[in-house]
């Protein structure tokens, strides 16, 4: 899904699943781990915990998403995203609650 939204704004940078690096892949599930442990999350709280993660792992704000340089555009306040990028964390968090529904 953030795969299919991210090409949708020209953002070709992600790949598919199997060819993705582990970082990135822990990054995802540890997402939809907070949403399916944490339902009233929002999506702010997504971008929150997302951002936490970055940071911690030694990732910085950047222009331009540059993983070697461990650089992100992202790596700001919620409230300080594009509504295109806003729209990710809800996307996500959406994508995450009505797939939970067949796991039980």
């Known amino acids: ?10 953002d070709h940078s992600q790949v598919p699943w199997e060819d993705a690096p582990q970082w990135q892949r822990d990054s995802a599930m540890l997402g939809v781990r907070l949403h399916i442990e944490n339902p009233e999350a929002g999506p702010q709280v997504s971008h929150e915990s997302w951002m936490a993660q970055k940071i911690a792992e030694g990732w910085v704000y950047g222009q331009t998403k540059d993983p070697e340089a461990k650089m992100h555009p992202c790596i700001v306040p919620f409230d300080a995203l594009s509504i295109e990028q806003q729209a990710k964390d ?6 995450v609650h009505e797939l939970k529904r067949f796991l039980s």
């Open 1 to 10: 899904m953030n795969r299919a939204y991210c090409q949708a704004l020209g």
């Open 90 to 95: 809800y996307i996500f968090r959406g994508v």
